[in-house]
């Protein structure tokens, strides 16, 4: 019997996404560098379909019918290459090898245009959804040559997750493109979980409520327009209660944020593609604070009560107002998402469909929302929007909670309470629609001390004034 595909890497993303496979009738060759893995998936699943297990990368590959297809689920980085760099001699022209790991964007394009060279297809995959997603249904972002995909769409298609009957996956476009989109969508995550808990750290100041209680909150608004998988884990974490101590979960956990470094690459990409994705940046930065114990404590020790004590007046008023707001400060945060995509899709060239890209996020992913099928619609329906926040429903959804957003961040000011990202959504929004910036001194400036020159208002070229002497303006 030959394979349809092969899995290389049977931690436990490769594991589960292997059984996926097998489960929808896929054959497929199993390896691991230490044959225990495979060994124990054979035993524990070889039931649920029909697996080659393989203890030589030779075996492996030799059970691969043609053109082969490998996906590579190792440790992203170094590991990936020494795969890579074992399977390539065994290989055919034509064959595919799809790394199915974390890779950062630049590593697929180094990668892809190596493979390129020996004939190979490299497919640099994105997955979402965790373990449970790679076994019950992923959200799939395949980068790589479309003809690659003539081969895996049908594949991927069939064991990605499907909202009303279409797969969340489709070809994103060439070489690092799969990559660099669900790089970010890591980062809209990390967005989205610093808004839910900044909303969370506001009602739990402004109501003096429990944990428990604010869990009915997110439960309810889980109803709304905020529905999604992240609101909905929120209340389960918040209703949790630790067993050992019979305190809420929430309460008996360091507060200290980790990252594997998805945020930070989004960050460090938007900076050179000079895209304002405050939302991200902030959750990213807020996580390295929550970090710094040290500081922390020896600024909770000099200012120990900044802030005023927050009185809310009307309680469901509040509710509604932190709901409104959180529901703006999200959309600033997958605006600012998709006009980074859209930045990497021009700067290499990749042609990715914003629409598209936001459909196949609609399932199997950590950020799967009802919100994502408003995405969808107004990218499809205005591919070249300039801003998600000018589309009909946002635009009508954020003019809405414009006075709940102002009054939730200025109330948290008042109190002392940090909430950076709704406070930079809502400055990111007022800049972008300030008729004046006051970027015009920073040019001022600039041109002081630097000669760096400006452009008028009233008239085309290019100007300086000569602020050390005369201060006559010259055209250079
Ligand atoms: P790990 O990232 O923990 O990697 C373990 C696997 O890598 C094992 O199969 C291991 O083999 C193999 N490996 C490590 N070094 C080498 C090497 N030098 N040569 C050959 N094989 C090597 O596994 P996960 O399943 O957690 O993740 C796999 C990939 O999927 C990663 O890139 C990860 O970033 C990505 N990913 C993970 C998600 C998650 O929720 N965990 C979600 C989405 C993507 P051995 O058994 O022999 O040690």
């Given at each position: 019997a030959t394979a349809q595909i092969g899995v290389t890497?049977?931690?436990?993303?490769?594991?589960?996404?292997?059984?996926?496979?097998?489960?929808?009738?896929?054959?497929?060759?199993?390896?691991?560098?230490?044959?225990?893995?495979?060994?124990?998936?054979?035993?524990?699943?070889?039931?649920?379909?029909?697996?080659?297990?393989?203890?030589?990368?030779?075996?492996?590959?030799?059970?691969?019918?043609?053109?082969?297809?490998?996906?590579?689920?190792v440790k992203a980085g170094g590991p990936t290459d020494a795969v890579i760099d074992e399977l390539v001699p065994l290989l055919d022209s034509g064959d595919i090898v799809v790394d199915c790991g974390n890779a950062h964007f630049a590593d697929t394009r180094r990668r892809e245009e190596a493979l390129r060279s020996h004939g190979l297809h490299f497919v640099g995959t994105g997955v979402s959804g965790g373990e449970e997603g790679a076994l019950h249904g992923p959200s799939i972002m395949p980068g790589g040559s479309a003809e690659s995909y003539r081969k895996l769409g049908p594949i991927f298609e069939k064991i990605a997750a499907q909202v009303d009957g279409v797969p969340c996956c489709r070809h994103i476009g060439p070489d690092g493109a799969g990559h660099f989109v669900k790089m970010v969508h890591n980062g809209i995550e990390y967005a989205d979980m610093q808004l839910i808990a900044e909303?969370?750290?506001?009602?739990?100041?402004?109501?003096?409520?429990?944990?428990?209680?604010?869990?009915?909150?997110f439960r309810g608004w889980n109803s709304g327009e905020l529905e999604s998988f992240l609101i909905e884990i929120t209340a389960d974490v918040l209703a949790h209660t630790d067993a050992a101590t019979g305190r809420a979960f929430v309460d008996v956990v360091l507060d200290r944020a980790e990252q594997k470094g998805t945020g930070r690459w989004t960050v460090q990409s938007a900076l050179d593609l000079g895209i304002p994705i405050t939302g991200i940046a902030e959750a990213t930065f807020a996580r390295s604070l929550s970090g710094h114990a040290d500081q922390r404590?020896?600024?909770?020790?000099?200012?120990?009560?900044?802030?005023?004590?927050?009185?809310?007046?009307?309680?469901?008023?509040?509710?509604?107002?932190?709901?409104?707001?959180?529901?703006?400060?999200?959309?600033?945060?997958?605006?600012?998402?998709?006009?980074?995509?859209?930045?990497?899709?021009?700067?290499?060239?990749?042609?990715?469909?914003?629409?598209?890209?936001?459909?196949?996020?609609?399932?199997?992913?950590?950020?799967?929302?009802?919100?994502?099928?408003?995405?969808?619609?107004?990218?499809?329906?205005?591919?070249?929007?300039?801003?998600?926040?000018?589309?009909?429903?946002?635009?009508?959804?954020?003019?809405?909670?414009?006075?709940?957003?102002?009054?939730?961040?200025?109330?948290?000011?008042?109190a002392g309470v940090p909430a950076p990202a709704f406070a930079s959504s809502l400055a990111y929004f007022d800049a972008l629609r300030a008729e004046r910036l006051p970027a015009a001194l920073i040019q001022g400036l600039r041109d002081n001390f630097g000669a760096h020159t400006y452009h008028r208002v009233d008239r085309d070229g290019t100007f300086h004034t000569r602020w050390a002497a005369d201060r006559t303006e010259v055209q250079p």
């Amino acid at each position: 019997a030959t394979a349809q595909i092969g899995v290389t890497g049977l931690a436990v993303m490769g594991r589960n996404l292997a059984r996926n496979l097998a489960r929808n009738g896929f054959t497929v060759a199993v390896h691991n560098r230490s044959p225990e893995r495979t060994r124990s998936l054979v035993d524990e699943h070889g039931d649920e379909g029909r697996f080659l297990p393989a203890e030589s990368m030779a075996d492996f590959v030799a059970a691969l019918e043609r053109p082969r297809a490998v996906i590579v689920m190792v440790k992203a980085g170094g590991p990936t290459d020494a795969v890579i760099d074992e399977l390539v001699p065994l290989l055919d022209s034509g064959d595919i090898v799809v790394d199915c790991g974390n890779a950062h964007f630049a590593d697929t394009r180094r990668r892809e245009e190596a493979l390129r060279s020996h004939g190979l297809h490299f497919v640099g995959t994105g997955v979402s959804g965790g373990e449970e997603g790679a076994l019950h249904g992923p959200s799939i972002m395949p980068g790589g040559s479309a003809e690659s995909y003539r081969k895996l769409g049908p594949i991927f298609e069939k064991i990605a997750a499907q909202v009303d009957g279409v797969p969340c996956c489709r070809h994103i476009g060439p070489d690092g493109a799969g990559h660099f989109v669900k790089m970010v969508h890591n980062g809209i995550e990390y967005a989205d979980m610093q808004l839910i808990a900044e909303a969370y750290d506001l009602l739990r100041a402004g109501l003096s409520a429990e944990p428990a209680e604010i869990a009915e909150i997110f439960r309810g608004w889980n109803s709304g327009e905020l529905e999604s998988f992240l609101i909905e884990i929120t209340a389960d974490v918040l209703a949790h209660t630790d067993a050992a101590t019979g305190r809420a979960f929430v309460d008996v956990v360091l507060d200290r944020a980790e990252q594997k470094g998805t945020g930070r690459w989004t960050v460090q990409s938007a900076l050179d593609l000079g895209i304002p994705i405050t939302g991200i940046a902030e959750a990213t930065f807020a996580r390295s604070l929550s970090g710094h114990a040290d500081q922390r404590a020896a600024a909770r020790r000099a200012f120990p009560d900044a802030g005023e004590r927050w009185q809310v007046g009307d309680r469901e008023t509040f509710v509604e107002d932190v709901r409104r707001a959180l529901l703006a400060s999200k959309i600033v945060a997958y605006a600012q998402g998709f006009d980074h995509i859209r930045a990497g899709s021009r700067e290499y060239d990749w042609g990715i469909d914003l629409g598209g890209t936001a459909t196949i996020w609609r399932g199997g992913c950590i950020i799967r929302a009802r919100f994502l099928d408003r995405i969808r619609q107004a990218y499809d329906e205005q591919p070249e929007l300039p801003t998600l926040l000018v589309a009909p429903w946002f635009a009508d959804t954020v003019d809405d909670g414009v006075p709940s957003w102002r009054r939730v961040v200025a109330d948290a000011a008042r109190a002392g309470v940090p909430a950076p990202a709704f406070a930079s959504s809502l400055a990111y929004f007022d800049a972008l629609r300030a008729e004046r910036l006051p970027a015009a001194l920073i040019q001022g400036l600039r041109d002081n001390f630097g000669a760096h020159t400006y452009h008028r208002v009233d008239r085309d070229g290019t100007f300086h004034t000569r602020w050390a002497a005369d201060r006559t303006e010259v055209q250079p």
